[in-house]
């Protein structure tokens, strides 16, 4: 193949594989692309809050626990600042990348009315649970041996959550849910035509999907001191659909038009459990594990209806894991208006080895938090500050990634150095 023109029926599979790993898998950073980071008063223990739950966050970590709140109206808004960086680097040290580093904002919306007897109360979040991206850069592009794959990527979800709380024994509350799930993403790359290749092209693909999930929240508290938590958050299958832009070179242009093409993601069912405990009056120890059930990402298809005159159809097997995360948080409340906290966690990753590439950078991690939140009256204010510590990892993609002299020296092997840092904000008022 060196040296030499691509053959259409190749080109169908190298462009449609392309843009499906980039749009599919690149937008991750840790535990697959989800984002638990949803509330500044979780982040502050480090996500341990499936048994705490006690401010309009709960609509995400556990919906269970509005119940605990004060009669009346609430609501709360803020984000979470994420900035995230990852270098790429071969084991000789020739095909190193860094990243562009960029921020990236998912917000937080909730809304919440607890009855006055405080045996019901309603919710609506609105959050971005699953997402980010990674930008390689436009610069110096035909440097880049991953090029052929991704240029940049980024995927933002959306839910919308209503949530339906009841409590039929003083010591139990139940919550039920379901979501709206919308998605945007968009991806750049290169295209190879030719040997060595200086008739690169390039490809640009926006879309958007929606979908719809369900969640189940319980929080149980059999004595003053002690409570548990347990949720269930649904999959959900995520169709795409959008135009894929192609700039090719001349004689190629009638076999890459301009056209529609449609994909999906699978989000995955999770699972939370939580204990808290009140140490004393001041101080609360809480922990959560959760087990994300990723091995629904094993595979994506991605379709186009006119690669070289005929529909083009690509498999994709990804072949991920489940994977799980252990957090520990602790809180201390100063007087009636201020309360610190700080929390660890582990995260494992559901990417194998031989599927990681610079489309997915990810690996486990551990992470440390701190926090502050601060209330009068009825405003409230928490901030929470995420140090991410990622474990280096080498892994081997076969044909996945190309250089710039084949598309089949399969396996590759990298290995990639990440860093992310995150902070925190939520504001919430109740009337």
């Known amino acids: 193949m060196k040296g030499m023109k691509m053959k259409r029926k190749q080109l169908k599979v190298v462009v ?13 950073w840790a535990d697959g692309f989800g984002i638990p980071e949803q509330g500044a008063r979780a982040m502050g223990v480090a996500g341990a809050f499936t048994a705490v739950a006690n401010d309009l966050s709960a609509i995400y970590y556990n919906p269970a626990g509005l119940t ?3 009669p009346g109206i609430h609501i709360a808004a803020g984000g979470t600042f994420i900035l995230f960086g990852s270098e790429y680097q071969t084991l000789s040290g020739s095909g190193k990348r860094d990243s562009v580093q960029r921020g990236q904002f998912p917000p937080h919306l909730y809304s919440a009315y607890v009855f006055d007897n405080k045996k019901m109360a309603l919710g609506l979040g609105i959050f971005a649970p699953y997402g980010l991206g990674v930008d390689w850069g436009s610069r110096d592009v035909s440097k880049w041996n991953g090029r ?15 949530t339906f709380v009841f409590k039929p024994v003083p010591e139990l509350s139940i919550a039920v849910g379901a979501s709206a799930v919308l998605g945007i993403a968009e991806l750049k790359r290169q ?10 092209g390039s490809a640009h693909m926006g879309a958007t999907g929606a979908s719809f999930a369900a969640n189940v929240g319980l929080l149980w508290k059999p004595m003053e001191e002690l409570a548990i938590g347990l949720t269930w958050r649904s999959h959900s299958h995520l169709f795409l659909g959008g135009n894929v832009d192609f700039t090719v070179p001349a004689t190629f242009a009638t076999s890459f038009p301009d056209q529609t093409a449609t994909t999906k993601i699978s989000l995955p069912n999770k699972i939370t459990f939580g204990a808290a405990y009140k140490v004393t009056k001041e101080i609360e120890l809480s922990l959560n594990f959760d087990y994300t059930f ?10 186009f209806p006119n690669v070289g005159g005929a529909p083009a159809e690509n498999v994709y097997v990804e072949n991920w894991k489940d994977s799980f995360t252990v957090r520990l948080g602790a809180s201390w409340n100063l007087n009636p208006s201020w309360q610190l906290r700080c929390g660890f966690l582990f995260d494992s990753t559901p990417v194998p080895d031989d599927t990681l590439s610079p489309l997915l950078p990810d690996q486990a991690r551990f992470g440390a938090s701190v926090g502050f939140g601060w209330k009068t009256g009825s405003f409230s204010l928490d901030w929470a500050f995420m140090a991410l510590f990622f474990t280096h990892r080498t892994g081997t993609a076969s044909n996945i990634l ?7 020296d399969g396996p590759y092997t990298q290995k990639y150095y990440n860093s992310a840092y995150l902070s925190g904000l939520t504001l919430g008022y109740k009337f």
């Open 16 to 28: 449609g594989l392309s843009i499906l790993t980039a749009l599919y898998s690149n937008v991750a």
């Open 68 to 70: 605990q709140m004060e």
């Open 148 to 162: 052929y794959n991704v240029v940049a990527v980024d995927l933002k979800t959306v839910f919308i959550n209503p």
């Open 191 to 200: 295209q190879i035509f030719s040997q060595p290749p200086t008739d690169d």
């Open 294 to 303: 990723w091995s629904i990402f094993d595979q994506v298809v991605f379709k």
């Open 402 to 408: 190309s250089n710039s002299d084949s598309l089949s």
